[in-house]
């Protein structure tokens, strides 16, 4: 019911809002002497602008229950043009962000009646928005254009600290609601004061002339430095434009861009483009920034549309839980039972995470005996949406090849044997000296020992016909330089899981993405994921496969198990116990010295006093960890998009050793 009225009052604002932002005032608004605004649990309160005695309103909504709930602190959504704006953000935030305090602020009340009676009650947005003044005197006269950085100074100094001395208000999340000159206004806040608001909702700017400007602003502000958080906007931006909007789409696509071009990890940038013109597009803007907006305020995600993952707004809180929700999704889920004080240092390092104090993460969960004990998601995560994985797809699929050889499509043995052997589309006249040298093993350990010229394999894979199917393999064979002893290094890359994967779909029935779906992901109950198929037409075996923190856990407890499911052994142990072990020792200069590698899993010792601890893990670029802990029944996973990732630091010296002694 709730969403029918919805549509509705969109549908009905959606024509008011096209007159009076295209028309701006029409004489018929003024067939009565007097109109007040009049909608439930708005307050309309008078507020000065004390550095330039100009006379404003505010109009501001409590959510319901706000009275009740004295201990609770709300989100405010402060926007500009109120009078235009409030009916559809009252209705939309009704809907679908009902915890939050709307503050709408006005046009100036006491501006010059004469040129009030002229161009409208609106008139003093002219100047209040705009952050230059006209090159024309006579307009420049008229209008005081320019003066954005007042206006500012207004809302910072006089607006929010009424209403945050006022009300009870979450400091972490205040918005900015702003449509055509009001836009523009959020996008200068942005980039000389963006600390004025956490996230800025920014619908069809008018920045035609303005990019230039606002590129002089983004230079002044000075470029993001991963090593000085006082060096990112620290902002969540959603922009939109018409569809119908021409003249709009190049000066914002060049505003999106200089935000991307910052490269601020603390920065998000969501472009939506809205069927309409510049009037009817409002409303639907409205809806879409406030489902937005409801996104980044929950550990849940609420949206149903396709966000790419550097578009998924930073939370503006931590969600941190020693008590996990039962989701009903296979993991049973108890409560964080550990000495107080290691309870404290792992709370403490989740806030700290969710600060930036140890990079960019995105997930902390920690299972123990088998059940979910903490959960926590910070910045880009979200309980139910998929994570990218990076290179620990690598290990997911080291298991699918496992779960191939319980199926008895192939035999340890089979892990010594040729690779070549599987694979009858390869002709072993025309492939490289050696290839014979080439088995499962040596692939799993990335001791494969192709050496291919990388500037001619980038021209030979635009070739996709060449390269489908087993096609991919026979090229590598065929390019590569003889297969020797010396060739036959750590050499860390993706070649080597594609063997892997070519394999696995030659002996299993059907096609690899199916076993894959069919015999760990269904088995596992992993229905929300991506995985990317390679140019091959295989799936990926290196990366690009994405899914959700939980079911990250889920796979680290198949580890935990020796590889069994509910009492089904998934997949076989014998090959676990030899792919979770060190066989290698990596040669890379990035990785730790006392890493070594099995068949795709890394293995290490977490030492805690005078003991160590035997721990496994999947790791992925960014901060994708599955890490597994046997003596301690213990299973760990974080998700993120960290450049240094050096997250592992923390996790051994302060959540391992509160598991010792449980």
């Known amino acids: ?55 404003y309103e505010l109009y501001v909504k409590l959510p319901e229950g706000y009275s009740e709930n004295k201990d609770k602190k709300y989100p405010v959504l402060y926007f500009t043009d109120a ?101 523009e206004f959020g996008a200068y806040i942005l980039l000389s004061q963006p600390d004025t608001f956490n ?21 002044k502000f000075g470029p993001f430095e991963a090593s000085n958080r006082n060096s990112s906007l620290n902002a969540n931006v959603f922009i939109s434009h018409g569809s119908l909007e021409e003249e709009m789409v190049e000066p914002i696509e060049e505003f999106v861009k200089l935000l991307n071009d910052r490269r601020d990890d603390g920065l998000s940038v969501l472009k939506e483009v809205i ?55 296979g993991i049973s889920v108890d409560t964080l039972s550990v000495d107080s004080n290691d309870q404290n240092a792992i709370l403490n390092l989740s806030q700290d995470i969710f600060e930036g104090k140890h990079g960019s993460y995105d997930a902390l969960l920690i299972s123990h005996k088998n059940k979910l004990v903490f959960e926590s998601y910070y910045k880009k995560g979200r309980i139910n949406l998929p994570h990218g994985q990076a290179s620990a797809v690598k290990a997911y699929t080291s298991l699918v090849l496992g779960r191939a050889i319980q199926m008895g499509y192939l035999s340890m043995e089979d892990l010594d044997k040729p690779l070549i052997g599987f694979l009858k589309d390869v002709d072993p006249e025309k492939i490289a000296k050696g290839a014979e040298k080439i088995t499962l093993h040596k692939a799993l350990t990335m001791h494969g020992g192709l050496n291919i010229d990388g500037d001619k394999w980038k021209e030979i894979e635009k070739d996709t016909v060449r ?38 779909d030659a002996v299993v029935p059907g096609t690899a993405e199916r076993f894959i779906k069919r015999e760990l992901l269904d088995k596992l109950g992993i229905t929300e994921y991506k995985w990317s198929n390679h140019i091959s037409g295989l799936p990926e075996a290196g990366w690009r496969a994405s899914i959700m923190s939980r079911d ?73 960890r599955v890490i597994v802990i046997d003596e301690l029944d213990l299973t760990i996973v974080i998700s993120g998009h960290d450049g240094e990732d050096k997250i592992m630091t923390q996790i051994s010296e302060i959540i391992v050793p509160a598991f010792v002694n449980q």
């Not at 996230?199 to 230079?219: C, D, F, M, Q, R």
């Open 1 to 55: 019911m709730k969403i029918t009225k919805l549509i509705l009052l969109t549908f009905a604002i959606a024509l008011n809002t096209a007159f009076a932002q295209e028309n701006k005032v029409n004489d018929n608004t003024h067939t009565v002497d007097k109109s007040y605004l009049e909608l439930p649990q708005i307050q309309v309160i008078p507020i000065e602008d004390t550095k330039n005695d100009r006379q």
């Open 83 to 183: 009078m235009w704006h409030v009916e559809i953000l009252s209705a939309s935030t009704e809907y679908m962000l009902e915890d939050v305090i709307l503050v709408g602020i006005s046009w100036q009340k006491d501006i010059n009646e004469d040129l009030k009676n002229e161009v409208g009650e609106h008139v003093s947005r002219f100047r209040d928005y705009s952050f230059r003044q006209s090159n024309k005197p006579d307009i420049q006269t008229k209008f005081q254009l320019g003066q954005a950085n007042k206006h500012l100074d207004f809302i910072r100094n006089d607006v929010i600290t009424y209403v945050e001395n006022t009300y009870r208000t979450d400091p972490n999340s205040r918005t900015y609601f702003g449509y055509s000159m009001g836009g």
């Open 199 to 219: 996230n800025y909702i920014l619908g069809s700017p008018s920045i035609k002339n303005e990019v230039a400007h606002l590129t002089e602003l983004n230079t």
């Open 275 to 329: 069927d309409g013109n510049h009037g009817t597009a409002f409303p639907m803007t409205a809806v879409r920034s406030v489902t937005w907006l409801s996104s980044l305020m929950s550990h849940v995600s609420s949206d149903n549309h396709e966000v790419p993952f550097w578009g998924i707004p930073h939370l503006n809180n931590a969600y941190i839980s020693p008590t996990p929700e039962d989701r009903k999704d």
């Open 467 to 504: 390269l489908k199917g087993q096609g991919l393999v026979r090229t590598l064979l065929e390019q590569s330089g003889p297969i020797t002893p010396e060739s036959q290094t750590y050499l860390y890359g993706n070649f080597n899981p594609m063997l892997v994967m070519t394999v696995i």
């Open 552 to 624: 990250m856990l889920k796979l680290g407890n198949l580890v935990l198990n020796k590889g069994k499911l509910n009492g089904e052994q998934l997949i076989s142990a014998e090959y676990l116990a030899k792919a979770t072990s060190g066989i290698v020792k990596p040669t890379q200069d990035w990785m730790p010295k006392d890493y070594r590698y099995g068949y795709f899993w890394y293995q290490t010792l977490v030492k805690v006093d005078d003991k160590s601890y035997d721990t496994t893990f999947a790791w992925g670029g960014g901060g994708q």
